[in-house]
């Protein structure tokens, strides 16, 4: 018998919503992570994409726990002299709340080419409304 190795033509993809209200950002990133690598599927690889688009709502209402609204920081850097900048995550909150769940997914994701094919598939809405009623995303309870 041999082993089955899924091909992008193999691999059905169907499409999940979140509802990041109340939720902890953590718990919520690693499932996400979860479902954009394929690990919730019996034909998972690591080498192939065979994860699902996942649809994140409400993202301006996320939790942090502890004091990490003030202590922990984003830091970005231009690559000149200087050109360091930080914001705390209370106010990337305030400001982007999008870039918050992205960046927690990012880290749990492998640092390659695959995983940033993995991260364009999740799509992060800061309100309760999404353009993607059309693929009938299906909802997740958590």
């Known amino acids: 018998m ?8 193999q691999v059905n993809r169907d499409w999940y919503v979140f509802d990041a209200e109340n939720q902890v950002l953590g718990r919520i990133a690693t499932q996400i992570a979860n479902i954009l690598r394929g690990k919730n599927k019996p034909t998972y690889t690591p080498s192939v994409d065979t994860g699902d688009f996942v649809i994140v709502v409400n993202a301006e209402k996320i939790m942090l726990t502890g004091a990490k609204y003030d202590d922990k920081i984003y830091y970005s850097h231009s690559g000149f002299p200087g050109g360091i900048k930080s914001i705390s995550a209370g106010k990337l909150l305030q400001k982007k709340p999008e870039d918050v769940i992205r960046k927690a997914v990012k880290g749990m994701l492998p640092k390659n080419k695959l995983a940033r094919h993995m991260l364009s598939k999740l799509k992060i809405y800061a309100g309760t409304d999404h353009p993607h009623k059309a693929q009938q995303p299906k909802t997740v309870q958590l």
Not at 2 to 9: A, I, M, Q, S, Y
């Open 2 to 9: 041999k082993t089955f190795l899924p091909n992008n033509d």
